[in-house]
């Protein structure tokens, strides 16, 4: 079966230390094409007890997901993240990169700083910047390491993202009010509609 | 921000509790005890409309101002401590109810119906996000479902100095090291100068055969050394400077930099 | 291909962080009869970049033998030789061999470990034995890959004193420096800048 540069790809993967872009495995292979050898190695393993997985373009090995209950270790059970947390993780992953005030005005409460530190803390959600707006907010976004803990080979995995898209549920509520009130009730003026949005 | 009077909460979430609180529990009866299972009002208020059992975009609005009210009340009766922004919650949802009470045309702006709407809407988001949450939580997770290498070999980048030197340097070196280790001996070489002394003589007496000015180079001793002719210039200057300051001579400068003149006094 | 059980053989070596024995693999998955699991992966993974091998009884996945060297990539990089350094080596290619106590009493400051060091690891230098002195000190010698690198035939090609001095090498600073002087000053007569390069 495998060329020789399909096992090398094999080789360095299973040797990684942390998941490998395209690019890194080719960097040590003399810049070699590995794309072909990616997809044909993911291929091969699919069936198997481990599997090729990528995720936000990187790329490893992982024990397959229906071989769970074998190797779940019991006394290491992952801490529990809060529910606060899980809250505010989901928020930042589906409508990154956002700021504290935004994940706030959806929570409905403040988010404390502790919140933030926890998952930041576990790798999962990083500073990306500020919001150039009044204030300059910090606003924040996850991780590679988001994608790989949570199975995902990108943010387009998220599970219901497309839904809760096409749902305009991942929109401002401003936003989807002026939608939905114009739509609601024809005879409204459109002006009315917006001084609502502007009240302060 | 707080348009819609929602963002009222001011109890920050139990943050770095990874056991937070215990899910809110079903049965009715079990409701007045939990005041604290939620975090905050919009999030009792999002409990109580899933227990209404129909899609949030078909909520009862009014229905769930009564559940809430009623519930707060009989959380007050029980004189258990409500937290400030459950009772703001509670006033404000009171005031949206007698509004949406009201013959439309007294009605205030913004109507009733577009608060109603508002604080759907939010009810929807936060559900959504809530589903998220546990959606994504229930995940093949790395390292609870499915496992990395347990004992990778790593992948190591070995940096090798290549290093560098060239055939001059090394030659060089050798020299610097040779220089180096040559005895060191001191010697003070033995130069032509002029004193000042012999200067102030020899000005002296060169004055006294005229009253002519005379300029400061005819001083020096001619055709010899350059090394001495150095010395000895700055020696007359210096002795013609000492003749002046006795009053025994007197000096003339034409411009900046020009020749130095001088001659006796008579 | 494979059946569960094998499928989660694998799994479990894959992810143990040590090496696991049947008997302890057994035990993970419930007393089964590994054995035949393990030689069908061994049969599976040995043509390919990752390969199950058996060491006293305990079993591992690793890298092919053939593609270790994918795993320890060496990255060169120039480095100037320092000063000290070039000494060094000078001392020892006009000296050899020489011991360090020789070097450093040539060179008037004590050389640090580190230099001789980089001088071995660049492959000018080599021990050659010890003296046959008090202390038995080592002594060291330049190599072939020296007079390559430096364009010699050998040692006999260095220059000797004598043309060192002819090229001026030997120069003392201050005799150095006054005949550049002079010869920036042309009222200085021809005799006196020859007299000067003459006095000791």
Chains 1, 3 share one sequence.
Request: negative net charge; hydrophobic residues 45%; charged residues 30%.
């Amino acid at each position: 079966m495998s060329d020789d540069l399909t096992r090398a790809v094999e080789a360095l993967l299973f040797a990684a230390e942390e998941p490998m872009s395209a690019e890194e495995i080719a960097a040590h292979l003399e810049g070699a094409d590995v794309r072909a050898a990616l997809d044909e190695l993911q291929a091969l393993y699919r069936p198997r007890g481990v599997v090729l997985v990528e995720r936000g373009k990187r790329w490893q090995f992982q024990t397959a997901p229906d071989l769970a209950h074998l190797l779940r270790r019991e006394r290491e059970q992952a801490r529990r993240l809060s529910r606060a947390a899980t809250e505010v993780l989901a928020i930042i992953a589906y409508h990154e990169p956002v700021s504290r005030a935004e994940i706030e005005s959806i929570r409905g409460v403040q988010t404390s700083a502790g919140t933030l530190d926890v998952l930041m803390e576990a790798g999962w959600v990083r500073p990306a910047g500020r919001r150039e707006v009044p204030g300059r907010p910090v606003i924040y976004a996850t991780t590679p390491d988001f994608l790989s803990h949570f199975g995902l080979t990108s943010r387009r995995d998220l599970p219901g993202i497309d839904e809760l898209k096409a749902a305009g549920l991942l929109d401002k509520v401003d936003d989807a009010f002026e939608a939905a009130f114009a739509r609601d009730d024809p005879t409204e003026s459109a002006e009315e509609v917006a001084s609502d949005g502007e009240r302060p | 921000m707080s348009d819609d009077g929602l963002m009222l909460g001011t109890a920050p979430d139990a943050a770095g509790e990874w056991d937070g609180p215990a899910a809110a529990p079903t049965g009715e009866g079990a409701l007045y005890l939990e005041l604290d299972g939620w975090e905050g009002p919009l999030d009792l208020l999002l409990d109580l409309a899933r227990r209404q059992k129909v899609d949030l975009k078909a909520i009862s609005i009014l229905a769930l101002v009564d559940q809430y009210i009623a519930y707060i009340e009989r959380a007050e009766a029980l004189k258990l401590e409500i937290a400030a922004d459950y009772l703001v919650m509670a006033a404000w949802l009171a005031y949206l109810k007698s509004a949406m009470l009201l013959p439309k045309d007294e009605q205030e702006d913004p109507s009733p119906e577009e608060l109603a709407l508002r604080l759907q809407l939010r009810l929807e988001r936060l559900g959504a996000m809530r589903d998220a949450a546990a959606r994504l939580m229930a995940r093949d997770r790395l390292g609870r479902d499915v496992f990395p290498r347990g004992a990778p070999e790593g992948i190591r980048v070995i940096r090798k100095s290549r290093w560098d030197c060239d055939y001059f340097a090394l030659v060089q070196a050798y020299g610097t090291i040779q220089r180096r280790n040559e005895p060191v001996v001191h010697m003070v070489r033995e130069r032509p100068v002029m004193t000042l002394d012999s200067a102030i003589e020899r000005v002296s007496s060169m004055l006294g055969v005229t009253l002519n000015w005379l300029e400061l180079r005819d001083f020096l001793p001619r055709h010899s050394d350059p090394r001495l002719r150095k010395s000895a210039l700055a020696s007359s200057f210096v002795a013609a400077l000492e003749l002046a300051r006795l009053g025994k001579a007197e000096l003339r400068q034409e411009d900046v930099f020009g020749p130095l003149h001088l001659r006796r006094v008579a």
